[in-house]
């Protein structure tokens, strides 16, 4: 894990008009590795993983794919650098089944211009074998028919199905019941295991102890801490979430005061 | 909202009845782990039934409640007036739905993507007029396919122009539409009354009054039976083959025999009790390509996909990198052309068009043949052919009840409780669904 960051930002800052909503942000995801990024309302964390999926783009600082410079402009630059995001309502559309959604707006295309609906059928099996997603029946069935927590491995499996490197997360476990949470985070793990570098947005901080190897907290836009997930403790998690760890965050001095 | 449950879970009482919760979840789905991998097991006939029972019974009804409908039309027409299965009538029946069937067609896109299109009864009349006018000898004399080109180029433009509207304003297609069948049932009084103070014109071609006016000689109808047939069966077969070998889910192998043969035998007896009276109606072979050329494209094409998903969540198909706007234009497009499809149909069959085309119950009766088909009002679920399915219902009623010489105020509430029934049983298997989880 010596070489480059999968993903690197470097002192990135994103305003809506008045509200600064990111200043000077450094952030990275390693091959490999769960990197939580949390914080409270308002932090930044949506903020942020929009300027990495290309939704904004950053008025500062750059970001680094691979240790390369690189623009992202939307969406489809995105994915074409690897980067697959997992939205927390999922984006997935009921009435199509299983396959349909993993190939949604990327349809594999046969003899006559036809579907080619078995080879999909074929690809979005191995990559849930891959991914160990036993539970679901068929892949035949509408997506509409799935638990919780089978949607979000569907919508998981989706977006590392194309090659991706780097799997964002957004609130995978918000919605899920216990056991499916279990079944998600393991899915996230595994995601890990493969060599893709994984970053999951929480407000669960015993969600993020269990999967995470560091955690990056944000507060009012700033990066406040960088913990080793097995160094540290949820209460000094939460106390960086709350009131911030470093002595002189820059510009925060006079709001503490 | 995420946080909002993330505090409430926190609750300890709420915390163990997720506990309880997450271990009833476990039990459903230990039994079923694992099947994914497993070598699909082969699904017996019997498996299939209990599924689709299953379905039926949580408002996943399919096309049950047009088979049971149309049952229903039989037995109450046929016991009041025999003639309604005999020969003849069986003949008028496939003339008279063809009209609606094709501006259905159209209709089955529109709702798909969960949209309305209430213009099309005076597009189809713009169509109609227009290539009449075409093809009048004392006016432009065109060649018969100029004007049928013509006039479903402008049909198509009308929607693209609809769609456009739409798409670029963010109005509702309900009332862009809404003023779209104002504007063109007044362009089609203008049409008609501008060249003759009557209003009515005769076409004057005889290539499209044979449209719906000329029959298969009984050994075509035969030969096409053989070969559409001989199509199907082979396509099935090799379809289940492929599935087989790939050790995907194929479904039992009787089901596969019994589709085959139940459609050779409907379309059999079909072919064989028009060939009693005139033969198979020229315009309804028509009305089966273009069902099945739209089948082919919203079931196996990257275009028909798409609509779907559009219709299923539009911000689904956005974030998947669909032109959703494109998808949408394109349909209201494929409505409008479908409409003008069916208005040269019309036309074709009373030989002349007048200033009542397009109006009356046309446009209400291709929507509801849409939905009576099993085509949700909703969006993203329905199919083409219950373009067909839902066209049968609404001719039958309206032949029936010509055939008993009812008077027109009884038909227009027969026709009025006939859509109310098939508008309630899409809301009430809809509610079904969504209690059941499915949509």
């Known amino acids: 894990m010596a070489d480059a960051p999968i993903l690197e930002l470097k002192g990135v800052s994103k305003n809506f008009g008045a509200v600064q909503a990111l200043t000077k942000v450094d952030f990275e995801t390693r091959g490999g590795e769960v990197m939580a990024l949390v914080g409270d309302n308002g932090a930044g964390k949506s903020t942020l993983i929009k300027g990495v999926a290309g939704i904004y783009s950053f008025e500062e600082g750059d970001t680094y794919i691979d240790g390369q410079k690189v623009e992202i402009h939307g969406p489809r630059e995105a994915a074409d650098l690897g980067i697959e995001i997992v939205y927390q309502d999922l984006a997935l559309a009921d009435n199509l089944d299983v396959v349909n959604n993993m190939f949604l707006g990327r349809e594999l295309i046969g003899s006559l211009r036809m579907l080619d ?21 068929s892949v035949r069935q509408q997506v509409a028919s799935l638990s919780g927590g089978q949607r979000q491995a569907i919508a998981v499996a989706k977006a590392v199905m194309w090659n991706s490197r780097l799997v964002i997360l957004d609130e995978p476990t918000a919605a899920l019941g216990v056991a499916q949470t279990r079944q998600v985070l393991d899915l996230v793990r595994r995601l890990a295991d493969r060599g893709l570098g994984v970053v999951i947005i929480s407000h669960n901080l015993h969600d993020i102890f269990e999967v995470s190897d560091r955690i990056t907290v944000l507060r009012l836009g700033h990066k406040v801490a960088l913990f080793e997930a097995n160094k540290t403790t949820q209460q000094e998690v939460v106390h960086a979430i709350t009131a911030g760890t470093l002595s002189h965050v820059p510009g925060m001095d006079e709001v503490e005061a | 909202m995420s946080e909002k449950q993330q505090e409430e879970i926190s609750t300890p009482d709420e915390f163990k009845e997720a506990l309880a919760y997450a271990a009833t979840v476990e039990q459903e789905t230990a039994p079923v782990a694992g099947v994914v991998n497993a070598e699909t097991p082969d699904e017996t006939m019997s498996d299939v039934l209990a599924d689709w029972w299953r379905r039926v019974k949580v408002g996943d009804l399919g096309s049950l409640p047009i088979i049971v409908g149309l049952l229903i039309i039989a037995i109450i027409f046929y016991t009041q007036e025999p003639l309604f299965f005999s020969p003849r009538n069986f003949v008028n029946l496939l003339l008279q739905m063809a009209g609606i069937v094709t501006i259905a067609i159209g209709v089955v896109f529109v709702l798909l993507i969960g949209e309305i299109d209430l213009s099309i009864g005076f597009v189809s009349a ?314």
């Open chain 1, 117 to 137: 609906e078995v080879k999909m059928e074929q690809a979005a099996l191995e990559t849930l074998d891959s991914l160990s997603v036993t539970t679901i029946r």
């Open chain 2, 126 to 439: 713009v169509a109609g007029v227009g290539m009449t006018l075409l093809l009048r000898l004392d006016g432009p004399a065109l060649p018969w396919p100029a004007a049928i080109g013509i006039a479903l180029l402008t049909a198509a433009l009308i929607g693209f122009l609809q769609g456009w509207i739409i798409t670029r304003t963010g109005a509702h297609s309900f009332v862009v539409t809404l003023a779209g069948l104002l504007v063109w049932s007044g362009v089609v009084l203008i049409m008609t009354t501008v060249y003759s103070t009557a209003g009515t014109i005769v076409i004057q071609d005889e290539t499209v009054i044979g449209i719906a006016n000329d029959y298969l000689p009984p050994m075509w109808g035969w030969a096409l039976w053989g070969v559409t047939n001989t199509i199907f069966a082979f396509s099935r077969i090799s379809r289940y083959r492929t599935l087989q070998r790939q050790n995907l889910s194929s479904g039992p192998v009787t089901l596969l025999v019994l589709q085959i043969l139940v459609v050779a035998l409907i379309t059999g007896g079909a072919v064989w009790y028009a060939n009693q009276d005139r033969g198979v109606p020229v315009v309804f072979i028509i009305v089966l390509i273009f069902l099945f050329f739209w089948t082919i494209i919203a079931d196996r094409t990257r275009f028909g996909r798409y609509v779907y998903a559009v219709g299923g969540n539009q911000e689904a198909a956005r974030r998947a990198g669909i032109n959703v706007d494109r998808i949408r234009v394109t349909v209201f497009m494929i409505t409008s052309f479908m409409a003008g499809v069916g208005g040269i149909i019309l036309a074709s069959r009373l030989r002349s068009v007048d200033t009542a085309t397009g109006g009356g119950n046309l446009m209400l009766n291709a929507i509801a043949a849409a939905v009576i088909g099993g085509t949700s009002l909703f969006g993203g679920v329905g199919f083409v052919m219950s373009a067909l399915l839902g066209g049968l219902i609404i001719a039958s009623v309206e032949n029936g009840m010509g055939l008993l010489g009812l008077p027109s105020g009884v038909k227009f509430v027969v026709n009025g409780l006939v859509l109310l029934a098939a508008v309630l049983i899409d809301a009430l298997s809809r509610r079904r669904r969504e209690s059941s989880g499915i949509v």
